[in-house]
């Protein structure tokens, strides 16, 4: 396989990849107003996009193998496939988390909520903002990008105490918000997950940029 075929093909990579990315951060959005505005429809659409998503891991981890096989790469060219490989498998997770918050909708739609959904979209926002960023960052192979990005996960781990200890005053107040209440600290858990796949990326954007590990969650 000549270089330059080798380039198509990493390039042609890449932008299935970023395919994925964007296919993951619409379901996240989609899956938190369908939560907020309580709209069935828009969290069914999250869950039926799902496979789609993880069909599109799957074809990119097997041509990521394949390339790693036919042009056995080194340097570079290994790193960039080996954060691709890595890249997909975390999307295909945040996916996951989506269609969770998805499905929660579904559970709650027939009910009252137990307090008005205000930290919950505020902190989706700031996990949206640090996907969307992660990615960017990715096509840019922005080192200091991703030290910046990863940082933020110190503001969801923060908003994520603020929606625990106010979910469960509510729970301790009032017995008949506890089923609810759980599902509401798990909306909150999934988009804390997140964050850290997040911050997992950014550690191999480092890692594709410069050669080495950097653990980004101390």
């Known amino acids: 396989m000549s270089r330059h075929v080798f380039e198509e093909q990493l390039d042609g990579l890449h932008r299935k990849l970023m395919s994925m990315g964007t296919l993951v951060e619409e379901a996240i959005h989609k899956s938190i107003k369908s939560l907020v505005e309580r709209d069935v429809q828009l969290a069914e659409q999250v869950i039926a996009a799902d496979p789609v998503i993880n069909e599109m891991e799957q074809e990119i981890q097997s041509e990521c193998f394949r390339l790693i096989a036919l042009q056995q790469p080194v340097g570079s060219d290994l790193r960039r496939l080996g954060t691709m490989l890595k890249l997909v498998t975390d999307l295909e997770r945040m996916g996951d988390h989506a ?116 653990d980004l969650n101390k």
């Open 99 to 214: 269609v969770s918050i998805a499905k929660t909708t579904r559970r709650l739609m027939a009910e009252p909520y137990i307090k008005p959904l205000i930290d919950i979209p505020l902190m989706a926002d700031h996990v949206k903002a640090m996907v969307r960023d992660c990615l960017n960052a990715y096509i840019a192979r922005n080192k200091e990008a991703a030290e910046e990005i990863a940082a933020r996960d110190d503001i969801v781990d923060k908003l994520f105490s603020t929606i625990f200890r106010d979910v469960i005053e509510v729970m301790t107040k009032n017995g008949s918000a506890i089923s609810q209440g759980t599902h509401l600290l798990l909306v909150a858990q999934y988009l804390e997950r997140i964050a850290d796949h997040v911050t997992n990326i950014c550690e191999w954007i480092i890692y594709m940029s410069t050669g080495k590990m950097t």
